[in-house]
Nanobody, 120 residues
Framework: VQLVESGGGLVQAGGSLTLSCLASGNIYKVNTMRWYPQALGKQRELVARSTSGGSTTYADSVKGRFTIARDNDTKTVYLHMNSLKPEDAAVYYC???????????????WGQGTQVTVSS
């Protein structure tokens, strides 16, 4: 399973970006999809999650500004980010929990990350 992220870049504070993460390879089912930013010198933190049942959850720091969305047909997860702040700057990693076959256990997969820079 491979995850390829895109959409990062430089944006001014108050601006918007949309990140994408496409999963490919031998995938039977995608369960939960998540986004984790990792700022320089800090640990990755979960900011958005989308379950296969359709529920979404967000960290308090991004509620009302970020929206996670998924396209199950294309196995893509998006993160729409609005009202960006300098403290949102980080490398953003997508993570999916997926099964390679009906009989196989679910496993976590990570993308390579995409850089988001927010200028003040």
């Amino acid at each position: 399973v491979q995850l390829v992220e895109s959409g990062g870049g430089l944006v001014q504070a108050g601006g918007s970006l949309t990140l994408s993460c496409l999963a490919s390879g031998n995938i039977y089912k995608v369960n939960t999809m998540r986004w984790y930013p990792q700022a320089l010198g800090k640990q990755r933190e979960l900011v958005a999650r989308s379950t296969s049942g359709g529920s979404t959850t967000y960290a308090d720091s991004v509620k009302g500004r970020f929206t996670i969305a998924r396209d199950n047909d294309t196995k893509t997860v998006y993160l729409h980010m609005n009202s960006l702040k300098p403290e949102d700057a980080a490398v953003y990693y997508c993570n999916i929990n997926a099964k390679r076959a009906g009989w196989s256990p679910p496993e976590d997969c990570w993308g390579q990350g995409t850089q988001v820079t927010v200028s003040s």
